[in-house]
């Protein structure tokens, strides 16, 4: 299997994919959640990297999307402030954090890790990355109608703060993916459905549910 991401006419191996949770007010409502005093974190393996054009469903489970700015870190660093989290920033990209809902769900009620419900094989679906700041609105379109609409100004912990954050508590690699966390809109994808990932007037990425 290949565990890369282009970024910027580069290939760089993937190392570990963490995402942070509740980082939309209005997404942490949307699940009944309270918006947290810093950053929830938690991980997805390796194996469910997908910078595939196609998103395999697994059978009789109910698949939510979550469209999530993604970084890529470019270099390696601990104990990162926020003023130079930047700095570590190989690439931006938009990525969908596919869910497994109602096991998280489950998993959560019995105080369990979500790992299994957010882990599955093609389940951290990336774009390409670019090193240009994602400022515009970012978006998902279901088969032509925008289901997610995200604007990084309304982010809890902003991406610099995500960063230094993390780099306090587990030193960042090269390779490391952060997914930033959903805006408010998460719901079921279908086989057949067809997903466009876009920032501003700008289609970057499509997907193919089958
Ligand atoms: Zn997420």
Redesign the pocket.
Known sequence: MNYDVKSDGESVLVRNIY???RNYKAHAAELNNDIPKSPIVFQKSIPALNTSEEVVLPKDREIQH?L?IVVLIGKDGENISIDDASTFIHGYGLGL?L?DRKYQMELKANKLPWLLA?SFKGSAVVSSFKPNEIMEDFWLKVNGNIRQKGSRNDMVFSISAQIAYLSEMIPLIRGDLI?T??PSGVGPLSQGDQLELGIGDHSIHSISVS
Request: glycine content about 18%; hydrophobic content about 20%.
């Open positions: 995402c942070v949770g979550e999530e954090d869910t957010k997914f966390g959903t």
